[in-house]
């Protein structure tokens, strides 16, 4: 299988804080690597390394077989990189379907305007949002802003997608829904890279799964693994009895 | 939702009514009133390409005005230029200045850049004080004989307010243009969350230098507009603070990132400013009455006339852009 995404020995320090620490891994074309951690582990950073947003100290990190090291958020996009925020971040003042047409016309395919408005219709259509198309982003409430976030990242038809914790704040059928989305996004050829604190989801969804802990990766492996590994369970759940509960919900 | 053509129509109606007014009655009374209005009209069209769409607060817009005013006066009187190249390359000096502070001074976000364009033009009136080309402190003056070649001052009063009448009709287009383009989706998206902007792909930092480029290009033209009909410019006349902050009064009031908006605003100002001006009460606190304005738009109708409208009722925002 091919790598899409490689990040080698990726540090990054706030001051004293190191909240990203020699991080590496690789991420297959295809595959859906949930990254989960206690709060403050650092998957948010890692997230805004690997997107631009944040430069690292040191390490380097390849996509499609470029050093992307520093690079810019736009660039990266330019290059088939796209992602959804934890805290939504619509254009408020801007209608549901120029957020999304905003997505299309600057991502990878550089759309015109025309054929970036036929595209957000689709996007806006496979997330259920079509008839909200013309209302002000900003009028939306918190499940439909989530959703327009993926429909944003979704238009600009991205070969890699990270998703920042999608499924925090929305109900349990909204998570469903929410779930079967992302393996439909899946299904589409598009590989995923997501946060989430909801672990019956990730467990589901992931091919693998990656454990952060102070800015450190403590493990790798499937969600079975994950879900047995001593030093996860530890760091991680810290009492074993919520794990057991944990394992059998599975 | 189908934009209807009146988005287009309306904003380029108002402009050739106001326009078309003195053409009609050849008053010279009629013709200066006109002159007044799509002078404001076009410094308010202009600043909303950066404040309206790009959602950048500039309380530098009459640095443009000025140095396009000077610019051009200078090679009109001094080197012995025609009038529309050295407006042409009034416009220019402005776009050129905007590109090259842009590329610095747009890092700033919020009040940090409004102060610093507040001190551009303090900056920029210093240097033309001291600056000899430009004569100094007193500025320079039109040899009469120059309008001669243009028929004389009355033909050149005619004159000039052909070429602002044009310029306000192009700043209309131009505005529709970016409203409706991708160029503009980008800036739009840059006003609503800069970060997110540049995570979908906008080149921030370049699409923000063209709009203030391309925002500094016609106060630019409309500054070599003025002078040149004034016949005499100084560093005092030219650089006016207060200008910049009733341009941005103007864009306020009748809506930030619209195309209309700016139009109604503009005229609606300038008017209010008349009644202001011709009341023996107030007319030594109009600047005043202008700053409170200011203050109850932010506070009570941010989005402005316009865009007061097109929020309250929904359907508006098929024909008005």
């Given at each position: 299988m091919n790598v899409l995404l490689r990040t080698e020995n990726v540090v990054k320090r706030f001051g004293g804080l190191v909240a990203v620490n020699q991080v590496s891994f690789e991420l297959y074309e295809g595959e859906i690597l949930g990254l989960i951690g206690p709060n403050g582990a650092g998957k948010t950073t890692l997230f805004n390394c690997i997107n631009g947003i944040y430069r690292p100290e040191e390490g380097r990190i390849f996509f499609r077989d470029t050093d992307i090291t520093g690079w810019r958020p736009w660039r990266l996009a330019h290059m088939g990189m796209a992602r959804t925020f934890q805290i939504v971040r619509p254009l408020a003042e801007l209608t549901v379907r120029e957020n999304v047409m905003v997505g299309a016309a600057f991502?990878?395919?550089?759309?015109?305007l025309r054929q970036a408005a036929k595209i957000a219709d689709e996007v806006l259509e496979f997330l259920g949002l079509a008839p909200r198309a013309?209302?002000?982003?900003?009028?939306?409430n918190v499940a439909q802003k989530k959703r327009l976030e993926l429909a944003r990242a979704l238009a600009a038809q991205p070969r890699l997608l990270l998703l920042d914790?999608?499924?925090?704040?929305?109900?349990p059928t909204e998570v469903d829904e929410m779930v079967e989305t992302i393996r439909r996004i899946r299904e589409r050829g598009i590989t995923i890279l997501m946060i989430e604190h909801v672990m019956r989801a990730i467990m589901n969804l992931s091919d693998r799964i990656l454990v952060l802990n102070f800015g450190e990766l403590i493990a790798e492996g499937t969600p079975e693994e994950i879900a047995q590994n001593e030093e996860v369970i530890r760091?991680?759940?810290?009492?074993p009895k919520l794990a057991q509960r944990f394992a059998l919900e599975e | 939702m189908k934009r209807s053509v009146w988005s287009f129509l309306l904003p380029l109606l108002v402009v050739l009514a106001v326009g078309l007014f003195p053409l009609v009655t050849q008053k010279d009374l009629h013709r200066e009133t006109a002159f007044t209005l799509l002078r404001a009209v076009a410094l308010a069209a202009s600043l909303n390409i950066i404040l309206g769409f790009t959602g950048y607060v500039s309380f530098g817009h009459v640095v443009f005005y000025g140095l396009g005013g000077y610019v051009a006066f200078y090679l009109v009187a001094v080197k012995g230029w025609p009038f529309w190249a050295a407006m042409l390359m009034g416009g220019v000096a402005a776009a050129l200045l905007a590109y090259l502070i842009g590329a610095g001074i747009l890092r700033l976000r919020g009040a940090y850049f409004a102060l610093v364009t507040i001190g551009v033009n303090e900056a920029m009136k210093a240097f033309i004080y001291n600056f000899q080309p430009f004569g100094g402190p007193t500025g320079l003056t039109m040899n009469?004989?120059?309008y001669k070649a243009y028929g004389g001052p009355k033909a050149v009063l005619w004159m000039t307010y052909y070429w602002l009448f044009a310029i306000a009709i192009l700043l209309v287009l131009v505005t529709y243009w970016i409203r409706t383009s991708k160029f503009g989706l980008g800036l739009l998206s840059i006003r609503e969350d800069e970060d997110a902007a540049e995570v979908m792909g906008v080149r921030t930092a370049r699409f923000k230098t063209w709009a203030f480029t391309l925002s500094a290009f016609f106060p630019g033209l409309v500054g070599a507009i003025f002078f040149f009909r004034n016949a005499s410019i100084e560093p005092h006349d030219a650089f006016p603070l207060h200008v910049s902050i009733e341009s941005i009064v103007m864009v306020m009031l009748g809506g930030q990132g619209t195309v209309i908006g700016p139009l109604v605003g503009g005229i609606g100002y300038q008017w209010m400013r008349v009644f202001l001006l011709t009341n023996p009460l107030l007319k030594n606190i109009q600047l005043a009455v202008a700053g409170a304005l200011l203050l109850l738009i932010v506070l009570f109708i941010p989005a402005g006339l316009v865009g007061w409208l097109r929020r309250r009722f929904p359907a508006t925002r098929r024909f008005l852009l």
């Open positions: 991502g990878e395919k550089q759309m015109p013309d209302q002000l982003a900003g009028s939306l914790e999608v499924l925090a704040g929305l109900n760091a991680y759940l810290g009492d | 009469f004989a120059v």
